[in-house]
């Protein structure tokens, strides 16, 4: 396959030496060495996230999805209410788990709103939990974390919080947002291969586990081997030594620094392409990710099709309804000006308008 550059949320440009680990030879895992390497991931990755005391990391070899059916499996029954935040493709992932697994749940459909107003979110008091995606990655949408999560303390609610496109790029912090779960994924923020999705519980929220539903999703079975710095089943070695590495990194520069880069990044290429015959599509964008409309006649599926046919690069389509009409610039991984610059002189390029710097 032709390298092109790439602009989508997940997978995302990796940096040089994550990438060279992933060219060496696979160790075998059942041993001391490698209990370490997961020791480590989950001390790095629990103080990354504020996570409370004695909160616990679950490392599963699959993509995001099943991190999401995985929790709403072990966490909530068929006598729960739950509420998803429904803002489009990720919040119905929500719904259909819910839907299959026979989890009663309320399916609140979200438009142009971040939720940093909870008032109408008071008739549902009475739920026992909400189902959230802290970035709806469809359409650019950051929910306002801080509100939904005083919302959940306050009534008693279990906070399950899908945090996987805005982890790294955007503040992600459990003890301010009153977080009971968290879902992560290894190929968004992170910047690694697909294949590795992590669950972060607290202890009042592992308390809570409903019984096993499934083997290899059996969440307490990897809290029991997590005990020993091991998984019940043969993960994706190459890519928890990446993860190893790249959490260590996020320590050492701070995540703070690494959410700030992603800001610079999102800012400067919003504000670059002002010019241009495409707005924001809405007021809530993460530094994730920017989704533009265009302004003009153009169609965004056409932009699209032709940024990778004439320059080699792959921003992302959107399906559906909003084919035509948005598409989405990821800002995710080792993302640089110099990198970004190369969509930008592009898309002025596209529309024959000369930048100026
Ligand atoms: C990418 C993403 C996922 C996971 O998708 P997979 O393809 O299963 O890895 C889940 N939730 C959100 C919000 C995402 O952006």
Known sequence: MKNKYIFTPGPVKMADDILTIGAKQTPYFRNYEFSKIIFECEKNLLKIVNAPDNSRV??????????????????????DETLVINGGGFGQ????????????????????NNLSDISNLEKYKNIDAILINAHETSIGLLYNLSSVGDFCK??????????????VTDELDMKKFNIDAL???SQKGLALPPGISMIVLTPNTISKLQPPTSIYFDFQSYLDDGLRGQTPFTPAVTILLQLHERLKQIIENG?????????KIANYFRKSVEPLPLQLYNEYMPNAMTTLTPSDSKQASTIVNDLDKIYNIIVTPNG?????K???VSHMGAMTKEYTDILI?????????????
């Open 345 to 357: 002189d592009a898309l002025y390029n596209y529309y024959n308008i000369k930048r100026k710097k």
């Open 326 to 328: 948005i598409f989405r």
């Open 255 to 263: 995540i703070k620094n690494e959410v700030s880069k992603a800001q």
């Open 93 to 112: 992932r929500f719904v259909d788990i819910c839907n299959l697994h026979k989890i009663n749940n309320i399916n609140y459909k979200v438009e142009n």
């Open 58 to 79: 679950l490392f599963f070899t699959a993509s995001g999805t099943a991190g999401m059916e995985a929790t709403v499996q072990n966490l909530l029954s068929c006598d």
């Open 183 to 185: 879902i992560l994924s």
């Open 154 to 167: 306050r009534n008693n609610i279990l906070n399950i919080v899908d945090g996987i496109s805005m982890f």
């Open 320 to 324: 559906g309804e909003l084919k035509d």
